[in-house]
């Protein structure tokens, strides 16, 4: 035997046993993000809290909980995608200052300029990179173009094109009218003059009808009871015997959820003795509070509150392993206007 082949022989077989000593993956395998906060570096553990990807190699690690890909901050590279081995899988779409957030399960990639999605459970490419311009999905499809500009305004910049058309999420192109599923930058239009016309925090403590003429006089919504066309009303109800009249009120439509903002996926209103007590929100995927503070102009600060407002809570964001995951990131907001009373107390 050749001096080669006994070396040959012998670099195969040293790869054999380092390959048999490495620790399988198992299914329910996952590395934690960790924050140095003294250098302000990140990194991964295991469940043991042993490190496994050191503080420092990235500026940032978006994702807590590591299973299959994690998306971070490399120098000099952007937003990208990680595999276990920590191979890049590609970049991510930057959007609003961060990793372009997942909607409807999938979040934008990149790859040589063009633009792609990915799933957000398992980082798998399912629409790969071709398109100039890609907006999030939104009922099962996404409006992109191939021949799009983009026009600075102010700090933000915006897509034109002549020729956007719609795909679902196999990548397919669909035919869908477009009045009938308006584009993100209409319903950011109608979203951003509703909340100017009538922030969030001003519904607070408003009546059922007040509430009511708000949605008639901006969306032609007319309540079947809470309208305009109601201005004498009075909440005669009791807490303990008449309960159903106590805490009456109107319910926001389903209908106009999306219209408050894209983000949002359902918001439902408690009344108690006619007046507002709290909003509650429920988000179609974990977003930033920095955001939503952005969304709702939100103050940080209780020492901010309105007078109106006695709390602002964002929910805990729980990974599928129910342990808490990056605390910056909810899908739940709730607005208080006063706490749970009787009739009496709430008197002004």
């Given at each position: 035997?050749?001096?080669?082949?006994?070396?040959?022989?012998?670099?195969?077989?040293?790869?054999?046993?380092?390959?048999?000593?490495?620790?399988?993956?198992?299914?329910?395998?996952?590395?934690?993000?960790?924050?140095?906060?003294?250098?302000?570096?990140?990194?991964?553990?295991?469940?043991?809290?042993?490190?496994?990807?050191?503080?420092?190699?990235y500026l940032r690690c978006f994702t807590d909980t590591?299973?299959?890909?994690?998306?971070?901050?490399?120098?000099?590279?952007?937003?990208?995608?990680?595999d276990r081995q920590e191979e890049v899988l590609y970049?991510?779409?930057?959007?609003?200052?961060?990793?372009?957030?997942?909607?409807?399960?999938?979040?934008?990639?990149?790859?040589?300029?063009?633009?792609?999605?990915?799933?957000?459970?398992?980082?798998?490419?399912?629409?790969?990179?071709?398109?100039?311009?890609?907006?999030?999905?939104?009922?099962?499809?996404?409006?992109?173009?191939?021949?799009?500009?983009?026009?600075?305004?102010?700090?933000?910049?915006?897509?034109?094109?002549?020729?956007?058309?719609?795909?679902?999420?196999?990548?397919?192109?669909?035919?869908?009218?477009?009045?009938?599923?308006?584009?993100?930058?209409?319903?950011?239009?109608?979203?951003?003059?509703?909340?100017?016309?009538?922030?969030?925090?001003?519904?607070?403590?408003?009546?059922?009808?007040?509430?009511?003429?708000?949605?008639?006089?901006?969306?032609?919504?007319?309540?079947?009871?809470?309208?305009?066309?109601?201005?004498?009303?009075?909440n005669k109800g009791d807490p303990i015997k008449n309960?159903?009249?106590?805490?009456?009120?109107?319910?926001?439509?389903?209908?106009?959820?999306?219209?408050?903002?894209?983000?949002?996926?359902?918001?439902?209103?408690?009344?108690?003795?006619?007046?507002?007590?709290?909003?509650?929100?429920?988000?179609?995927?974990?977003?930033?509070?920095?955001?939503?503070?952005?969304?709702?102009?939100?103050?940080?600060?209780?020492?901010?509150?309105?007078?109106?407002?006695?709390?602002?809570?964002?929910?805990?964001?729980?990974?599928?392993?129910?342990?808490?995951?990056?605390?910056?990131?909810?899908?739940?907001?709730?607005?208080?206007?006063?706490?749970?009373?009787?009739?009496?107390?709430?008197?002004?």
């Amino acid at each position: 035997m050749s001096r080669y082949a006994i070396y040959s022989f012998g670099f195969l077989v040293l790869f054999t046993i380092m390959a048999g000593c490495r620790p399988k993956l198992k299914s329910n395998d996952y590395l934690v993000s960790f924050n140095d906060t003294i250098k302000d570096q990140w990194g991964y553990k295991n469940q043991n809290g042993e490190i496994i990807i050191p503080s420092g190699k990235y500026l940032r690690c978006f994702t807590d909980t590591f299973k299959t890909y994690a998306i971070v901050v490399k120098p000099n590279s952007g937003f990208i995608a990680i595999d276990r081995q920590e191979e890049v899988l590609y970049e991510i779409f930057p959007f609003d200052n961060g990793p372009d957030e997942s909607s409807e399960g999938l979040f934008r990639i990149l790859e040589k300029n063009k633009i792609g999605f990915a799933d957000s459970l398992t980082g798998k490419i399912v629409i790969k990179p071709q398109f100039d311009c890609a907006r999030p999905f939104e009922n099962g499809v996404a409006e992109v173009s191939n021949t799009c500009s983009t026009i600075q305004e102010g700090e933000h910049s915006i897509w034109k094109s002549d020729h956007w058309f719609y795909i679902d999420k196999a990548g397919k192109r669909v035919e869908t009218k477009a009045q009938t599923i308006p584009s993100s930058a209409n319903i950011q239009r109608i979203k951003s003059s509703f909340l100017l016309r009538y922030p969030l925090l001003t519904w607070m403590r408003k009546s059922p009808v007040e509430i009511g003429c708000m949605l008639e006089t901006e969306f032609s919504y007319k309540d079947p009871v809470f309208n305009c066309d109601y201005k004498d009303y009075v909440n005669k109800g009791d807490p303990i015997k008449n309960t159903t009249e106590y805490y009456e009120g109107i319910k926001f439509p389903d209908s106009l959820v999306s219209k408050i903002d894209l983000s949002v996926e359902t918001l439902e209103l408690e009344f108690e003795h006619g007046n507002l007590r709290e909003i509650s929100i429920q988000f179609k995927d974990s977003i930033l509070k920095s955001k939503i503070s952005e969304i709702f102009e939100l103050p940080t600060k209780r020492s901010k509150f309105p007078d109106n407002i006695t709390d602002i809570g964002y929910g805990e964001n729980i990974s599928a392993s129910n342990k808490p995951v990056n605390l910056n990131y909810t899908r739940w907001l709730t607005i208080e206007g006063f706490d749970h009373m009787g009739a009496v107390e709430m008197e002004n």
